[in-house]
């Protein structure tokens, strides 16, 4: 079945430091990958995504490129904030739209 | 435009009671899914309903059951509760079945089972 495999935390970082959260995959066929992101009590919402091999998802300065020969998915963002501080979680979809998740990883920015 | 509102946010359960968790959105969504996130898990789907008028069983469907009552709305019921289903409950919704959907997810109901 499908499976999704992301760095443990907790990742500590200063603030403006670069922040990378590896993904990889296992999966049939060519699923779509999403990362979302869980600020303290509050929901899941949607970071990014990209539905097939090569394309790159962006948003609020953070990016992932859908790696189909590495089977990877990896979150990066050039200069963290205080802000960013929260959950992120790596999915995929499959049958369905059902969604698997990794396991989380929790960050901590410190000014 | 409130999203997907779920109720309670928070309950206690003594084991062998009964409850149900009420989710329901606004966006006009075919699909809804229901979640639990325990530490170092991520979360696993419980059940979740395609369309309305369907429901069909997730990863860890045991000792729940759920009801499509209609587009709107999606029930999660434990019929008996044990401490095993002490977690973070999360529904969610996406526009159809595609794998290309976002799913937006509910603020959670965080269960204990004593």
């Known amino acids: 079945g499908n499976s999704v495999t992301q760095m443990e935390g907790p990742v500590t970082l200063s603030e403006e430091a670069f922040l990378t959260i590896n993904c990889t995959y296992t999966?049939?066929?060519?699923?779509?990958l999403f990362w979302y992101v869980q600020y303290p009590g509050e929901g899941l919402q949607l970071l990014l995504k990209?539905?097939?091999?090569?394309d790159k998802g962006s948003n609020k300065g953070f990016e992932a490129t859908y790696r189909k020969e590495t089977t990877s998915f990896h979150l990066e963002k050039g200069s963290v904030q205080v802000s960013d501080s929260a959950v992120y979680f790596c999915a995929l979809t499959g049958a369905g739209n059902k969604l698997t998740f990794g396991g989380g990883t929790r960050v901590l920015v410190k000014p | 435009n409130a999203g997907v509102t779920q109720t309670p946010k928070f309950q206690v359960l003594k084991t062998g009671q009964s409850m149900t968790l009420q989710c329901a959105q606004d966006?006009?969504?075919?699909?809804m899914y229901w979640y639990r996130q325990d530490p170092g898990m991520g979360l696993r789907l419980i059940y979740y309903?395609?369309?309305?008028?369907?429901?069909d069983k997730g990863e860890v469907p045991n000792g729940y059951n759920v009801s499509r009552l209609n587009k709107r709305e999606f029930s999660l019921r434990l019929e008996s509760a044990a401490p095993s289903q002490t977690s973070v409950y999360f529904c969610?919704?996406?526009?159809?079945?595609?794998?290309?959907?976002?799913?937006?997810f509910g603020p959670g109901t965080r269960l204990t089972v004593l």
């Open positions: 999966a049939t066929g060519y699923p779509s």
């Open positions: 969610a919704s996406s526009p159809g079945g595609q794998g290309t959907d976002t799913q937006y």
């Open positions: 990209a539905t097939k091999a090569d």
């Open positions: 309903s395609a369309s309305e008028g369907t429901t």
């Open positions: 966006m006009n969504h075919n699909s």
